[in-house]
């Protein structure tokens, strides 16, 4: 109970529902998030006209998850024409960039959405606009002074938003994005199956810093439960290879081996391959990405090493 009241929560409901959160209460309205109408309704028309869409999110452990959870959507609802864009960390840096965004133009993609990123890139949501495309901004960074002209910005961290809590990583962003979609047309679905996604959105939740109260404490218990029961061919693989049993897997799993596997992928240059670890249906595929990332983990391991090495003889 000290514990507890020491995290600010004071009443036995508070306390109940930080230990067992509840899925259907917790959560809450997506439509709540500024802008988030004029998103829905620009993403729903491009589906319509099958537009070129890009997905471009950041290369760390909350947007690779990320562009998971929108590449599933698509594949769910069985939409083909788009394309998942993720900088490379050291020749292009963070956030969006203008050959990058060239790049898309000249693609013929009509509508950019982006994931864990974009917030301070005005310059570059210009440059979009100018080469006849349309920016979703979806962030959880804070905001510059000037914010960028995109068609739509969800970022509950911008003035004038209403959505009751502020603290969600990028992946959780997108997630609610998924969720006001699939209220307005759900395609067929199953009512709940984003749920499914909830691993990624968990696993990005863990990975991201963010404060685990509130709904990302919901993202992060029932992503555990989903992460538990993925089929995900490639996090088997993966577990496999870590001798992890997924059945158990618990937040330290997934700080400690999960996380650091998806990061040294960018770390080492390809954080497509962290991607495609968890995003392929393919068994040989997902084992050449398990392998491969683990891999890489152990040479940036190696890296880090021997930089420490380095810093010590220096001193």
């Given at each position: 109970?000290?514990?507890?009241?020491?995290?600010?929560?004071?009443?036995?409901?508070?306390?109940?529902?930080?230990?067992?959160?509840?899925?259907?209460?917790?959560?809450?309205?997506?439509?709540?998030?500024?802008?988030?109408?004029?998103?829905?309704?620009?993403?729903?028309?491009?589906?319509?006209?099958?537009?070129?869409?890009?997905?471009?999110?950041?290369?760390?452990?909350?947007?690779?998850?990320?562009?998971?959870?929108?590449?599933?959507?698509?594949?769910?609802?069985?939409?083909?024409?788009?394309?998942?864009?993720?900088?490379?960390?050291?020749?292009?840096?963070?956030?969006?960039?203008?050959?990058?965004?060239?790049?898309?133009?000249?693609?013929?993609?009509?509508?950019?959405?982006?994931?864990?990123?974009?917030?301070?890139?005005?310059?570059?949501?210009?440059?979009?606009?100018?080469?006849?495309?349309?920016?979703?901004?979806?962030?959880?960074?804070?905001?510059?002074?000037?914010?960028?002209?995109?068609?739509?910005?969800?970022?509950?961290?911008?003035?004038g938003d209403e959505y009751p809590f502020k603290e969600?990583?990028?992946?959780?962003?997108?997630?609610?994005?998924?969720?006001?979609?699939?209220?307005?047309?759900?395609?067929?679905?199953?009512?709940?199956?984003?749920?499914?996604?909830?691993?990624?959105?968990?696993?990005?939740?863990?990975?991201?810093?963010?404060?685990?109260?509130?709904?990302?404490?919901?993202?992060?218990?029932?992503?555990?439960?989903?992460?538990?029961?993925?089929?995900?061919?490639?996090?088997?693989?993966?577990?496999?290879?870590?001798?992890?049993?997924?059945?158990?897997?618990?937040?330290?799993?997934?700080?400690?081996?999960?996380?650091?596997?998806?990061?040294?992928?960018?770390?080492?240059?390809?954080?497509?391959?962290?991607?495609?670890?968890?995003?392929?249906?393919?068994?040989?595929?997902?084992?050449?990405?398990?392998?491969?990332?683990?891999?890489?983990?152990?040479?940036?391991?190696?890296?880090?090493?021997?930089?420490?090495?380095?810093?010590?003889?220096?001193?």
């Open positions: 109970g000290e514990m507890l009241f020491r995290r600010g929560i004071k009443t036995a409901k508070d306390a109940d529902s930080f230990l067992n959160p509840d899925y259907a209460s917790g959560i809450h309205d997506p439509f709540l998030i500024k802008d988030m109408d004029k998103a829905v309704a620009r993403i729903l028309e491009a589906l319509e006209k099958k537009e070129k869409i890009a997905i471009w999110s950041d290369y760390d452990a909350d947007g690779i998850p990320g562009a998971v959870v929108m590449y599933d959507f698509f594949q769910k609802i069985k939409y083909d024409n788009f394309v998942n864009y993720i900088p490379h960390r050291h020749d292009e840096g963070f956030g969006l960039n203008e050959e990058g965004i060239k790049e898309l133009a000249e693609n013929g993609v009509n509508l950019v959405i982006t994931i864990d990123c974009g917030i301070t890139d005005v310059s570059e949501v210009e440059l979009a606009n100018k080469l006849g495309m349309e920016v979703i901004v979806t962030d959880h960074h804070l905001p510059g002074k000037v914010l960028p002209k995109a068609f739509a910005i969800l970022d509950s961290k911008q003035a969600l990583c990028g992946s959780g962003v997108i997630f609610k994005f998924i969720q006001a979609i699939l209220q307005k047309n759900n395609f067929g679905l199953k009512v709940g199956t984003e749920k499914w996604f909830l691993d990624m959105v968990g696993l990005a939740t863990l990975s991201d810093m963010v404060p685990l109260v509130d709904e990302n404490r919901i993202f992060a218990v029932f992503g555990l439960k989903v992460l538990r029961k993925s089929q995900r061919i490639g996090l088997l693989k993966l577990f496999k290879k870590l001798k992890l049993d997924q059945k158990n897997i618990t937040e330290d799993d997934i700080g400690f081996t999960i996380t650091p596997r998806i990061n040294a992928a960018s770390r080492m240059g390809v954080p497509m391959d962290a991607f495609k670890l968890l995003s392929t249906s393919d068994a040989n595929e997902a084992e050449k990405f398990a392998e491969h990332l683990d891999k890489i983990n152990n040479e940036r391991k190696g890296i880090v090493a021997s930089m420490v090495k380095e810093a010590r003889k220096k001193i």
